[in-house]
């Protein structure tokens, strides 16, 4: 991917098990330091995604590399960003606290 212009992504997803799955996925980049020149324009983890018993699925993520990505001396030595995802399965009816409150 060439820093400044757009690229297109898909990440092969499968539902192994013979019951619906819903869920959410989180994104990491590594080098943690590139992350901050990554940027999603349209991303399957925006939203919630449905996978049926045995389904399999291509999600695709569009996005770019901050042009001044290459103007940072800290990523001279960065040839190589990876970009992976975990997805975590939706719990019904499950109440996540906010962070310092109780």
Known sequence: VVPGETALAFYKAKNPTDKPIIGISTYNVIPFEAGQ???KIQCFCFEEQRLNPQEEVDMPVFFYID???VEDPKM????LITLSYTFFEA????KLPLPGYQ
Do not use: C, I
Not at 76 to 79: G, S, T
Not at 91 to 94: F, P, Q, S, V
């Open 37 to 39: 020149y990554f940027n």
């Open 67 to 69: 042009p001044e990505f």
């Open 76 to 79: 001279a030595k960065v040839d």
């Open 91 to 94: 719990k019904e009816g499950l």
